[in-house]
């Protein structure tokens, strides 16, 4: 199932802003998400703005709240929650995931999972979301370095991190266009 509000490719739009700054809680709104409950917030990050081919929000859930069960796959979406403060359930492929501040989770396109706020106090996660494909466009070489930072981790904990990605292949179910610097 996809959400109602799917990103939608826009003309490019004219700077709505002052100028490139946004300040602390604003502009935010209310918003009920997948048949979620309780007190969300949200901050839609240069929205109108941006070019970028994601979007960054900030969420802000009040003790209880919960995002819905869901999953995007039609349009395909792939989803990253940072969790900054507060704590944070993420139920994810038959799993339950507890995360604090700096933990992060990505929810694959097509994969169901929700978020809650777990605790007392409110939950602030960090949320981009945008189409599938892996991308290094800067061409400074900080992708490299973190490919191979993973997978410096998972040789030492006796993984295979198992992804083409990491061998600089694009995945063979991956038709985006890949840019390496």
């Given amino acids: 199932m996809s959400s109602p509000e799917t990103p939608q490719h826009l003309p490019a739009a004219p700077d709505l802003l002052e100028g ?4 602390a809680g604003e502009p935010e709104f209310a918003h009920t998400l997948h048949e979620g409950a309780g007190d969300l917030r949200i901050r839609h990050h240069f929205a109108g ?5 994601v979007a960054l929000q900030t969420w802000t859930l009040a003790p209880g709240a919960y995002e819905g069960m869901h999953a995007h796959d039609e349009p395909s979406l792939e989803e990253i929650y940072l969790v900054l403060s507060g704590r944070a359930r ?3 492929d038959g799993e339950t995931h507890l995360l604090g501040p700096g933990d992060a989770l990505r929810a694959p396109a097509g994969v169901e999972h929700d978020l809650a706020c777990e605790g007392d106090e409110p939950l ?5 979301w945008g189409p599938t494909g892996h991308f290094d466009m800067s061409g400074f ?12 981790v998972s040789a030492a904990r006796g993984e295979n991190s198992g992804e083409a990605v ?11 266009a890949r840019i390496r610097g």
């Fill in 20 to 23: 490139p700054v946004e300040r």
């Fill in 49 to 53: 703005s941006s070019q970028l081919p």
């Fill in 90 to 92: 993420i139920r994810q």
């Fill in 124 to 128: 602030q996660v960090l949320v981009a």
């Fill in 141 to 152: 070489g900080s992708y490299r370095k973190a490919i191979a930072a993973r997978d410096a």
């Fill in 166 to 176: 990491s061998r600089g292949e694009a995945p063979e179910d991956d038709g985006a």
